[in-house]
């Protein structure tokens, strides 16, 4: 079946960075996109990019440029997501996500129809 | 970017009840929208596309409507493992963004 398996839980300081992973089984890999989605505690969802695992492009939310680097690893079709310069807002639960799309003007759709368990990443001194 | 605004916040029915959950994007988004449900310590898993496009699997009691700026979600009949906080997302725009979230409880 498909699956999404993440890293386990990180603690990091401030300043420092991280870097978790995330282990897709069960389709054809570079068929998909993987999005990257976090929630801090006791909030909601922010998206925060995405890559393409076919190509390696590329496409991150504003606020996480120059912060945030998205890599795979076709021969283990793994996605990566590095983290810099953390700061104790960026504690927060990490999902990544299988997302489905087209961006075709006359069928245009895109969602993330399979998640991975997330990987908590708390950034305290 | 395209804020999402969602109404209630919160809500309590009992089961069998008909929830309705509004999403209001702050422009147009014609269709270009996703909701999603998050059980309690779970990751969200994906209900609805394209604003009424219901997922493989997903049970038939949920659906959703609504195009331009202003959506609904309903619940036919409330089941208690429907317990949950749901988020509507739009994809019209990058970066993609989500509403605020709706927790629903069981009375």
């Known amino acids: 079946q498909v699956q999404l398996v993440q890293s386990g839980p990180e603690v990091k300081k401030p300043g420092a960075s991280v870097k978790v992973s995330c282990k897709a089984s069960?389709?054809?890999?570079?068929?998909?996109?993987i999005s990257w989605v976090r929630q801090a505690p006791g909030q909601g969802l922010e998206w925060m990019g995405w890559?393409?695992?076919?190509?390696?492009?590329?496409r991150y939310a504003q606020q996480f440029q120059g912060k945030v680097t998205m890599a795979t690893d076709t021969s283990t079709s793994t996605v990566y997501m590095e983290v810099r310069s953390l700061r104790s807002d960026d504690t927060a639960v990490y999902y990544c996500?299988?997302?489905?799309?087209?961006?075709?003007?006359?069928?245009?759709?895109?969602?993330?129809?399979?998640w991975g368990k997330g990987t908590t990443v708390t950034v305290s001194s | 970017d395209i804020q999402m605004t969602q109404s209630p916040s919160s809500l309590s029915a009992s089961v069998g009840d008909r929830v309705t959950i509004t999403c209001q994007a702050s422009?147009?988004?014609?269709?270009?929208l996703n909701w999603y449900q998050q059980r309690p310590g779970k990751a969200p898993q994906f209900l609805i596309y394209?604003?009424?496009n219901l997922g493989s699997g997903v049970p038939s009691r949920f659906s959703g409507s609504g195009s331009g700026t202003d959506f609904t979600f309903n619940i036919t009949s409330l089941q208690s493992e429907d317990v949950a906080t749901y988020y509507c997302?739009?994809?019209?725009?990058?970066?993609?963004?989500f509403g605020g979230g709706t927790k629903v409880e069981i009375k």
């Open positions: 394209a604003a009424s």
């Open positions: 997302q739009q994809y019209d725009t990058f970066p993609l963004t």
């Open positions: 069960g389709y054809t890999f570079t068929n998909y996109h």
């Open positions: 890559i393409n695992a076919y190509n390696d492009h590329t």
């Open positions: 996500a299988r997302t489905v799309g087209s961006a075709d003007p006359s069928y245009y759709y895109y969602y993330m129809d399979v």
């Open positions: 422009q147009d988004i014609r269709n270009n």
